[in-house]
Nanobody
Framework: QLQLVESGGGLVQPGGSLKLSCTTS????????IGWFRQAPGKERESVSC?????NYVESVQGRFTISRDNAKNTVYLQMDFLKPEDTAVYYC???????????????????WGQGTQVTVSS
């Protein structure tokens, strides 16, 4: 059964860090692109980062967030540093089988989604 499960969310103070994990099963991570997305209350889902042969970030998290993957553990990580209150959202990972290529940030490019993990940045 194909699954993506996010973990690592929580409450953190502004300027703090969190590391999210997207643990996958039912497929070989090597041949998939994985994206991270987020949705704040009352707002549309927005892109955060993605990874395939390359990694890519939206401007608002560039230099603060780092995406990485460990294919042996079937896990993709999102290290989030210098967190801001506006980073508060439910974070989702999503996957799509593709040939090795540049990853895509658009959520419509992904068919498989996890259930999300809450990240709250507040003092």
């Amino acid at each position: 059964q194909l699954q993506l499960v996010e973990s690592g969310g929580g409450l953190v103070q502004p300027g703090g860090s969190l590391k999210l994990s997207c643990t996958t099963s039912g497929f070989t991570l090597d041949f998939w692109m994985i994206g991270w997305f987020r949705q704040a209350p009352g707002k549309e889902r927005e892109s955060v980062s993605c990874i395939s042969m390359n990694d890519n970030y939206v401007e608002s998290v560039q230099g603060r967030f780092t995406i990485s993957r460990d294919n042996a553990k079937n896990t993709v990580y999102l290290q989030m540093d210098f967190l801001k209150p506006e980073d508060t959202a439910v974070y989702y990972c999503a996957g799509q089988p593709v040939p090795p290529s540049q990853c895509e940030l658009h959520p419509g490019s992904y068919d498989y989604w996890g259930q999300g993990t809450q990240v709250t940045v507040s003092s």
